[in-house]
């Protein structure tokens, strides 16, 4: 698999009074890029970040920063975390009633599109607009909060978007992602299986030795399960 191994961690369990120095922080133990899990109340049944909270955390990173729009109107959104600063923005094929026009649009807009897929969404939902993304996200728990277990079923699902993408000739450069019970325990299965973006949120935060030893030590267990 040519495609690096690239640690992400979700900003949920960070402290929200000082997100500048938590980004900031995040950056120091090493990690690849930061998510943004942004949820409108509808789509999942809590609420998150708007732009003007990422846009204010921006300036104390330089990391690159993707925005997971868990919400119903990612076309009315997109530009607003664009310019929040975020080079990447993940959509839902569950949420988009034109898929092939959202990814086209944010393209047009400068960023990157992404497809997510929630645990019951077959991996056939992003096969055509392979071309229009640099990323499949393969949801592995039902998304609206963090902390929850991860869902092993999910992995040959992971290898299931692997092989598509081997079969359209784009397995080099659209990441896999999973976002989702994300740790020691589970990373190299994900990894395994074929994705090389991983999502962790609680098991960096929880990490006795800390964060930056929670980065390596889930980069070294990934890079050696994909080995």
Known sequence: ???????????????????????????SAGVDLIQWDVMDGQFVPNLT???????????HCSVPFEAHLMVYTPDVMAQQYIDAGCSRLIVHAEACTHLHR??????????SAAVALNPATPASAVEHVLDLID??????????????????????????????????????????????GIGPSTI??????????????????????????AVSDLRARAEAARA
Do not use: W
Request: net charge negative.
């Open 1 to 27: 698999m040519s495609r690096p191994v690239m640690i992400s961690p979700s900003v949920l369990p960070a402290d929200f009074s000082k997100l500048g120095e938590e980004v900031a922080a995040l950056e």
């Open 49 to 59: 970040f708007g732009p003007d909270v990422i846009k204010s955390a921006r300036q």
């Open 102 to 111: 959202t990814c086209g649009n944010i393209n047009e807009l400068g960023a």
């Open 135 to 180: 990323m499949v996200l393969v949801m592995t728990v039902n998304p609206g909060f963090g902390g929850q277990a991860y869902i092993p079923t999910m992995e040959p699902k992971i290898t299931e978007v692997q092989r598509m993408l081997e079969a359209a000739g784009r397995a080099d450069d659209v990441h896999i992602e999973v976002d989702g």
């Open 188 to 213: 190299a299965g994900a990894a395994a299986a074929g994705a090389n973006v991983l999502i962790a949120g609680s098991a960096l935060y929880r990490d006795p030795e800390g964060l930056e030893h």
